[in-house]
């Protein structure tokens, strides 16, 4: 297929999904952009649903990344013990929370070079945050990326957008 039936191909379904789907938003459940960085780590490989279960306890007791980033593992691993690989995640989310004190002043950084330094953050997850968070909150920050998981490489693999695996 050539480059601009790919391009017009393209149009069209980025036409039907506006039209299907005209906001999309994230089912997470977060006031700010830590809330939201803590949400996605906790939501990989596990329910958005069972995500929202545990973060208004994890958010109640920690609610910024300077209480989580003192916080005691095994309390944190309690919180959170519904979500899947919860042990692991329970290390990123206060490394992470480390990590925006020490490095970031605090505040989630805006770049995905920058985000995906934070443990338990990839692409994927950086740009979950760029694009509903930033993206939403400050007219001066464009996406950077798209969030691609395995839905989205499949789709387009099929549609022939690409041939390639790698969402990168």
């Known amino acids: 297929m050539s480059n601009e039936k790919i391009k017009q191909k393209a149009k069209k379904v980025n036409a039907l999904l506006k039209k299907e789907y005209p906001i999309v938003k994230t089912p997470l459940h977060h006031?700010?952009?830590?809330?939201?960085?803590?949400?996605?780590?906790?939501?990989?490989?596990?329910?958005?649903?069972?995500?929202?279960?545990?973060?208004?306890?994890?958010?109640?007791?920690?609610?910024?990344?300077?209480?989580?980033?003192?916080?005691?593992?095994?309390?944190?691993?309690?919180?959170?013990?519904?979500?899947?690989?919860y042990k692991t995640k329970a290390k990123n989310i206060i490394k992470t929370s480390q990590k925006l004190v020490e490095n970031f002043d605090g505040k989630v950084p805006n770049k995905i070079e920058e985000l995906t330094t934070l443990p338990g953050v990839g692409r994927k997850t950086a740009n979950v945050i760029i694009n509903e968070w930033f993206c939403r909150h400050d007219q001066k920050v464009l996406p950077q990326g798209f969030v691609v998981d395995t839905h989205v490489a499949r789709v387009s693999k099929r549609l022939g957008f690409t041939k390639h695996s790698d969402p990168t």
């Not at 960085?37 to 910024?64: G, H």
Request: hydrophobic share 45%; charged share 20%; with cysteine.
């Open 31 to 85: 006031k700010n952009a830590w809330e939201l960085l803590i949400a996605v780590i906790l939501s990989a490989q596990t329910l958005d649903e069972t995500v929202n279960k545990v973060t208004p306890r994890l958010f109640k007791l920690y609610n910024s990344c300077y209480e989580l980033a003192g916080a005691n593992l095994a309390e944190v691993e309690e919180v959170i013990k519904g979500v899947n690989y």
